[in-house]
């Protein structure tokens, strides 16, 4: 398992959320959306610079500045 930048992982790996490089502001709009540290998710695309992932369902889509400051970890 590699840690790596959500914006550089594979399209179609699952990965887990390790770390949030962002402030309150940012931490509070993710917990708005279902994403929090431990959250598993699988990366569906890379539209642009931003990222597009998938969780029980649902679809969530991180602009590129989001995307390039959480760390995750592989799961595949």
């Known amino acids: 398992m590699k840690v790596k930048l959500l914006s550089n992982a594979p399209i179609g790996s699952k990965v887990r959320l390790n770390a949030i490089e962002g402030g309150k502001a940012m931490t509070r709009r ?3 959306l279902g994403i929090s540290l431990g959250s ?22 991180l602009g590129a500045g989001v995307s390039n400051k959480l ?3 592989t799961l595949d």
């Open 30 to 32: 993710l917990l708005s």
């Open 71 to 73: 760390f995750v970890e």
């Open 40 to 61: 598993e998710f699988e990366v569906i695309n890379h539209r642009g610079e931003g990222t597009v992932l998938a969780r029980e369902g649902n679809r969530v889509a």
